[in-house]
């Protein structure tokens, strides 16, 4: 990862391909230039080249939107820029959809190159970077799942994986419902020294309280009634690799002091066990709570928040990272196109753009959802915009707002607006069925209940 970015520059004028060369090593890049279209070609292919700016006119018979296309049909896509003296809207249209960064008109000034090409290097190295730690993870193990996108947001949290995953300290995964915080975890679990050991996870919120110290150390022969053998809990289970606590805020206080003690020691007793045993896992923990205000409510113990909150991650909404939503949305549709033996192959540029528009109050689940959604009822290769109407009761529709507030005071009212008609739409058309209501919303169930709650909406939809 720390090797620097090999950029291929790709112009005929000698004197102009000497000018972006001292730019690019100005920026850090190592240039590698290029006359004609077919040595870049074949210096793509190869693998040799991290990153290309080309101009669009070219001596021979290939041009710019060859080396355009050649980048962009590489098992994984090569950034690529194109440069111009033509000003075509339509050129520049095509290019950009078939997949290239960006388009610069020539001549432009020194200042504006100089910041357009550090804008291209640094997206480049982003890139590069985000599939570097992508193969450090599949060398670690195949994981069925991949974090997915490059916007700066979701950047942010992925160079801190290696060292989190590197120390072995306890790791506090933070974010919302759908936000993907076992696909972080999972990550930290395989880069780190235990790649090769189990990762067990555990749902807090779906354990009884009854039962949850049990299913946490496991019980001796006889410990009550129906324990007929002895059995493993899953901090055993995880022992050598990693314990992954879901929704830790859900955990119960009478399991708090006791999990707190095995963080701080090594040790347990399995109920009905006389003797302690030892275990040496490292924990994980994820929630969409505000932990800090749960300790000051009293629901959670100060010293049990410590000693998970050693190393925060936090994961950024969906609507944070809008740039990745098409990355997103076409890896969930090749998926389903699969598993589903769906015509569907791709999504329209409006079908896109309003998967885009949306707010997304569950996350990256609910995206799936609907992508899911759409490719299982599809009848032809290409989803289009109505292929993802939610219902009259849900779509995102232009409305009046104060834009003389703050802007975050605007935009939240906003989307609470759109989580109360988001909420109720989703009720309705479920009868009531809260369960079900979550399902299709990519939701969980204590998600929607919170949102009801929030908004005070009743099982009906009403307001109660």
Same mark, same amino acid.
């Given at each position: 990862?720390? &090797?620097?970015?090999?950029?291929?520059?790709?112009?005929?004028?000698?004197?102009?391909?000497?000018?972006?060369?001292?730019?690019?090593?100005?920026?850090?890049?190592?240039?590698?230039?290029?006359?004609?279209?077919?040595? &870049?070609?074949?210096?793509?292919?190869?693998?040799?080249?991290?990153?290309?700016?080309? %101009?669009?006119?070219? $001596?021979?018979?290939?041009?710019?939107? %060859?080396?355009?296309?050649?980048?962009?049909?590489?098992?994984?896509?090569?950034?690529?820029?194109?440069?111009?003296?033509?000003?075509?809207?339509?050129?520049?249209?095509?290019?950009?959809?078939?997949?290239?960064? %960006?388009?610069?008109?020539?001549?432009?000034?020194?200042?504006?190159?100089?910041?357009?090409?550090?804008?291209?290097?640094?997206? #480049?190295?982003?890139?590069?970077?985000? !599939?570097?730690?992508?193969?450090?993870?599949?060398?670690?193990?195949?994981?069925?799942?991949?974090?997915?996108?490059?916007?700066?947001?979701?950047?942010?949290?992925?160079?801190?994986?290696?060292?989190?995953?590197?120390?072995?300290?306890?790791?506090?995964?933070?974010?919302?419902?759908?936000?993907?915080?076992?696909?972080?975890?999972?990550?930290?679990?395989?880069?780190?020294?235990?790649?090769?050991?189990?990762?067990?996870?555990?749902?807090?919120?779906?354990?009884?309280?009854?039962?949850?110290? =049990?299913?946490?150390?496991? !019980?001796?022969?006889?410990?009550?009634?129906?324990?007929?053998?002895?059995?493993?809990?899953?901090?055993?289970?995880? %022992?050598?690799? @990693?314990?992954?606590?879901?929704?830790?805020?859900?955990?119960?206080?009478?399991?708090?002091?006791?999990?707190?003690?095995?963080?701080? @020691?090594?040790?347990?007793?399995?109920?009905?066990?006389?003797?302690?045993?030892?275990?040496?896992?490292?924990?994980?923990?994820?929630? =969409?709570?505000?932990?800090?205000?749960?300790?000051?409510?009293?629901?959670? /113990?100060?010293?049990?928040?410590?000693?998970?909150?050693?190393?925060?991650?936090?994961?950024? $909404?969906?609507?944070?990272?809008?740039?990745?939503?098409? @990355?997103? &949305?076409? #890896?969930?549709? !090749?998926?389903?196109?699969? /598993?589903?033996?769906?015509?569907?192959?791709?999504?329209?540029?409006?079908? @896109?753009?309003?998967?885009?528009?949306?707010?997304?109050?569950?996350?990256?689940?609910?995206?799936?959802? #609907?992508?899911?959604?759409?490719?299982?009822?599809?009848?032809?290769?290409?989803?289009?915009?109505?292929?993802?109407?939610?219902?009259? +009761?849900?779509?995102?529709?232009?409305?009046?707002?104060?834009?003389?507030? $703050?802007?975050?005071?605007?935009?939240?009212?906003?989307? +609470?607006?759109?989580?109360?008609?988001? &909420?109720?739409? #989703?009720?309705? /058309? =479920?009868?009531?069925?809260?369960?079900?209501?979550?399902?299709?919303?990519?939701?969980?169930?204590?998600?929607?209940?919170?949102?009801?709650? /929030? !908004?005070?909406?009743?099982?009906?939809?009403?307001?109660?």
């Amino acid at each position: 990862m720390g &090797a620097d970015l090999r950029l291929g520059i790709v112009e005929d004028d000698p004197d102009f391909r000497e000018l972006i060369v001292a730019l690019a090593e100005e920026l850090g890049a190592v240039p590698v230039s290029f006359a004609e279209a077919r040595s &870049a070609i074949a210096a793509i292919g190869e693998g040799s080249l991290d990153a290309v700016l080309t %101009d669009y006119r070219l $001596p021979g018979d290939l041009d710019g939107e %060859d080396v355009v296309r050649a980048c962009l049909r590489q098992r994984t896509p090569i950034p690529v820029a194109v440069m111009s003296v033509v000003s075509s809207a339509a050129i520049a249209v095509e290019l950009l959809r078939l997949g290239a960064d %960006d388009y610069l008109v020539k001549p432009l000034p020194m200042e504006t190159l100089l910041e357009r090409l550090r804008l291209f290097v640094g997206r #480049a190295r982003d890139r590069r970077e985000l !599939h570097d730690l992508r193969g450090l993870m599949d060398d670690a193990s195949q994981v069925g799942q991949r974090i997915l996108g490059s916007s700066p947001a979701l950047m942010q949290v992925v160079r801190l994986l290696p060292r989190a995953a590197h120390s072995g300290a306890p790791v506090l995964v933070l974010g919302e419902s759908g936000t993907g915080k076992e696909l972080f975890a999972r990550a930290t679990h395989d880069l780190s020294r235990r790649a090769e050991r189990a990762f067990v996870a555990v749902d807090c919120a779906s354990i009884p309280e009854a039962i949850f110290e =049990n299913e946490l150390f496991g !019980h001796r022969r006889g410990a009550f009634t129906n324990a007929h053998s002895d059995q493993d809990g899953v901090v055993q289970r995880a %022992d050598g690799g @990693t314990l992954f606590l879901d929704e830790a805020g859900e955990l119960p206080l009478s399991v708090q002091a006791k999990l707190l003690r095995f963080l701080q @020691t090594g040790t347990f007793r399995r109920l009905g066990d006389p003797n302690p045993s030892r275990a040496d896992v490292r924990v994980i923990a994820a929630t =969409n709570r505000d932990l800090a205000e749960e300790v000051q409510k009293g629901s959670f /113990r100060e010293d049990l928040y410590y000693r998970l909150n050693v190393i925060a991650l936090r994961v950024p $909404p969906l609507r944070d990272r809008i740039e990745d939503i098409p @990355t997103l &949305a076409a #890896a969930f549709l !090749h998926r389903f196109a699969e /598993r589903f033996d769906s015509p569907a192959r791709a999504l329209s540029a409006e079908a @896109t753009e309003r998967l885009v528009a949306r707010p997304w109050p569950g996350n990256v689940r609910e995206l799936e959802n #609907a992508v899911q959604r759409a490719v299982a009822m599809a009848e032809t290769p290409l989803l289009r915009a109505h292929d993802f109407d939610l219902g009259p +009761d849900v779509l995102v529709e232009e409305r009046p707002f104060d834009s003389s507030a $703050p802007f975050h005071e605007a935009k939240k009212k906003l989307i +609470d607006d759109f989580e109360r008609r988001y &909420a109720k739409a #989703a009720l309705r /058309r =479920n009868g009531g069925n809260v369960a079900a209501a979550a399902r299709s919303a990519g939701l969980a169930r204590r998600s929607l209940h919170r949102l009801m709650e /929030r !908004h005070g909406l009743d099982r009906s939809g009403e307001s109660s």
